[in-house]
């Protein structure tokens, strides 16, 4: 609802989809934040929030692509 009034940053909406336990709706929004080259980008890969699906070939993969 809040998106339809103004932006909405996707590491939120991200993190959002993570506490709720989407998975794959957490790497959708994770691969906007890369193609939007996100400021936020990097810290995925030092949050502990994402501890979660840090394990999993998708973030890998994307942690990867951003050369980090």
């Given at each position: 609802?809040?998106?339809?009034?103004r932006?909405?940053?996707?590491?939120?909406?991200?993190?959002?989809y993570?506490?709720?336990?989407?998975?794959?709706?957490?790497?959708?929004?994770?691969?906007?934040?890369?193609?939007?080259?996100?400021?936020?980008?990097?810290?995925?890969?030092?949050?502990?929030?994402?501890?979660?699906?840090?394990?999993?070939?998708?973030?890998?993969?994307?942690?990867?692509?951003?050369?980090?």
């Amino acid at each position: 609802e809040l998106a339809r009034k103004r932006y909405v940053p996707p590491y939120d909406v991200a993190a959002v989809y993570l506490g709720l336990g989407e998975t794959d709706r957490v790497f959708e929004w994770l691969e906007r934040m890369y193609q939007d080259r996100s400021v936020s980008m990097p810290w995925i890969n030092m949050d502990p929030q994402w501890d979660s699906v840090r394990s999993d070939p998708r973030f890998q993969e994307l942690v990867r692509r951003m050369k980090l």
